[in-house]
C-alpha cells in the first residue's frame, strides 16, 4: 500500500493515535476516507473531460503515458528483445557501410591517434 511496509504503517497508527487521540480517531479516518474519494473522483472527471475534449481520435490516451518513464518505457523499451538483438551491421541492400568490430584496449593501453579526426 503506498509502498509503505507494516513497520512504516504501524508507525503512522501510532503517530495518529498520539496526534488525534481514540475519541476522534474514527471521525479523523471517515474525513480522510471522503476526502480521498473526492479527489479521485476530481481526477476521474478531469480525465474523463480531457478524453471527451480531445476527440475519438484520442480514445485510448490515458494522462499516464505522459509521464517520462512511462513514455520511454512504452515507445523505446517496449519491443527490447527486437533491438537488442540486432548486430551492428547495416543490412547491405539499405547501405554499403558495415561497422569493423572494435578490439578492446587492455590496461595501460593508450588508444590509437587520429590525426584526420582532430
Given at each position: 500500500?503506498?509502498?509503505?511496509?507494516?513497520?512504516?504503517?504501524?508507525?503512522?497508527?501510532?503517530?495518529?493515535?498520539?496526534?488525534?487521540?481514540?475519541?476522534?480517531?474514527?471521525?479523523?479516518a471517515?474525513?480522510?476516507?471522503?476526502?480521498?474519494?473526492?479527489?479521485?473522483?476530481?481526477?476521474?472527471?478531469?480525465?474523463?473531460d480531457?478524453?471527451?475534449?480531445?476527440?475519438?481520435?484520442?480514445?485510448?490516451?490515458?494522462?499516464?503515458?505522459?509521464?517520462?518513464?512511462?513514455?520511454?518505457?512504452?515507445?523505446?523499451?517496449?519491443?527490447?528483445?527486437?533491438?537488442?538483438?540486432?548486430?551492428?551491421?547495416?543490412?547491405?541492400?539499405?547501405?554499403?557501410?558495415?561497422?569493423?568490430?572494435?578490439?578492446?584496449?587492455?590496461?595501460?593501453?593508450?588508444?590509437?591517434?587520429?590525426?584526420?579526426?582532430?
Open positions: 500500500m503506498f509502498g509503505l511496509g507494516w513497520l512504516e504503517i504501524g508507525a503512522l497508527v501510532v503517530i495518529a493515535l498520539l496526534v488525534f487521540g481514540p475519541d476522534k480517531l474514527p471521525q479523523a471517515s474525513q480522510a476516507g471522503k476526502t480521498l474519494r473526492n479527489l479521485r473522483r476530481m481526477a476521474n472527471s478531469a480525465r474523463d480531457l478524453r471527451a475534449g480531445l476527440g475519438p481520435e484520442f480514445q485510448n490516451f490515458d494522462p499516464s503515458d505522459l509521464n517520462p518513464k512511462n513514455f520511454v518505457r512504452k515507445h523505446l523499451l517496449e519491443d527490447e528483445d527486437d533491438w537488442t538483438n540486432k548486430s551492428p551491421q547495416l543490412e547491405p541492400a539499405t547501405a554499403s557501410y558495415v561497422a569493423e568490430p572494435v578490439d578492446e584496449l587492455g590496461y595501460g593501453e593508450l588508444p590509437p591517434y587520429d590525426a584526420e579526426a582532430t
